[in-house]
């Protein structure tokens, strides 16, 4: 039997980090049950009414936030506060497929134009990794916001 998975993140800012990957991956942020959200409504401003509509008090600690695939195919992404700065390398990493069938050139061309439009949402390039067939493709290594490492792949 096959198992789905959710993704976590530890971070500092729920919220931002949601919006972050929410462009990086073309997920959205769903809404609280029950309520639709229409073309600009804040999906955090929506959860946090619905939540103090339930009598559910909230403390900065306590904020959390997720993103989903709207095709419903990837894994649900969630984001859980937590005290502490990051303070070394991932373990574990994400590699986002930005040039799927591309090669040589092409690929690597794709995978930059890429990054750049990441910086603008506050990604920071680390490292790009040149080609070496038939082994290495090439990727760019890249930190989100706060600072977890990801890959251009």
């Known amino acids: 039997m096959t198992?789905?998975?959710?993704?976590?993140?530890?971070?500092?800012?729920?919220?931002a980090q949601a919006r972050f990957w929410a462009e990086v991956l073309g997920y959205v942020i769903p809404g609280p049950p029950g309520r639709t959200l229409e073309s600009g409504d804040d999906p955090f401003e929506a959860w946090t009414t619905f939540l103090e509509n339930l009598g559910v008090p909230l403390a900065p600690e306590d904020f959390r936030a997720a993103i989903e695939d709207p095709q419903g195919r990837g894994?649900?992404?969630?984001?859980q506060i937590v005290p502490e700065d990051k303070i070394v390398k991932n373990r574990v990493h994400l590699d986002v497929r930005a040039?799927?069938?591309l090669q040589g050139d092409d690929r690597m061309a794709a995978l930059e134009s890429e990054c750049e439009r990441l910086k603008t949402?506050?990604?920071?390039?680390?490292?790009?990794?040149?080609?070496?067939?038939?082994?290495?493709?090439?990727?760019?290594?890249?930190?989100?916001p706060e600072g977890n490492e990801f890959c251009l792949d």
């Open 75 to 79: 894994p649900r992404v969630f984001f």
């Open 121 to 144: 949402l506050g990604a920071d390039r680390l490292q790009r990794v040149e080609p070496h067939p038939p082994m290495e493709a090439g990727f760019i290594v890249m930190a989100d």
């Open 3 to 15: 198992r789905a998975v959710q993704i976590t993140f530890d971070c500092r800012d729920p919220f």
């Open 99 to 101: 040039a799927p069938g």
